[in-house]
């Protein structure tokens, strides 16, 4: 029989991701969603953090996926493209995208969206711009596309160099001052790592994280999704039982029902 245990819902330690080998290899993809009920396509490169973005009134992969092939037409194809688990990147048109080209389509924890944080924070910075350039009576397309050409000629707070400059091996011209740094990859990958362990480090303590005690096979309650109402205990009742560990990402299985979620969603 299964018994829920008295411990408490601690995070697991954070995984950093390394830094890969080179620019466009692999790429973050996610909506940024509008008060407008617009949406913007952001892809970034996880290498050189440039992000490049898309308008667009869907967040289908109808929509999505001429949007993502205008830009992969533009860089290149990546080698690995993540995501997040939502409707348009769990379809089989995607699926067919992804074969037709070539990459390989990795998605992150669901309901887990640290697992994306690069792309998550910057889509708080996209929000904050567009905002801005509501408030100041200005046209936030204009504003918008602005703020990338910055960003984008800006030395980053990780890499120290900016993001064009890594992507296209020489500086973009801007009405900003520019700079001189070049591109030196192993610094690069040093500086990159002592940046996330930093990182890493701060968000543990924060959180009191520690490493996680579930295995194979253990016996679990699944956190609810969402918000909790009354008379709700913040756990479903009926028990899954744990098929697959791979890091902090659990899998877990109740009858023909399977979910896979980060380990503090889980508890024994």
Known sequence: MCQATAMDNTRA???????????????????????TGEHILVVTDDYSRYPAIEIV???????AIPKLDRIF????VPQVVRTDNGPPFNSSEFENFSDYLGFRHRKVKPRWPCANG????FMRTLKKTYCTSIADCKPWKQSMYQFLCNYRATPHATTGI?????????????????????ANNAKLHRKDKTRKAAMKAYADKREHAKQPNIKEGDCVLARRDGMITNGQ????????????????????QRKQHRITRNVSRFKR
């Open 13 to 35: 330690p954070l995984q950093m991701s390394p830094l890969p080998k080179g620019s466009w290899l692999e790429v973050s993809v996610d909506f940024c969603d509008l008060p």
């Open 57 to 63: 009134t869907s967040t289908s992969a109808r929509a």
């Open 73 to 76: 037409a533009t860089f290149g």
């Open 118 to 121: 690069e792309v998550e924070r």
């Open 162 to 182: 900016p993001p064009a400059t890594l992507l296209f091996g020489r500086p973009i011209r801007t009405r900003l001052p520019q700079t001189t740094q070049s």
């Open 233 to 252: 205990t913040p756990y479903h009742m009926k028990p899954y039982t744990v098929i697959k560990t791979k890091g902090s990402m659990i899998t877990a």
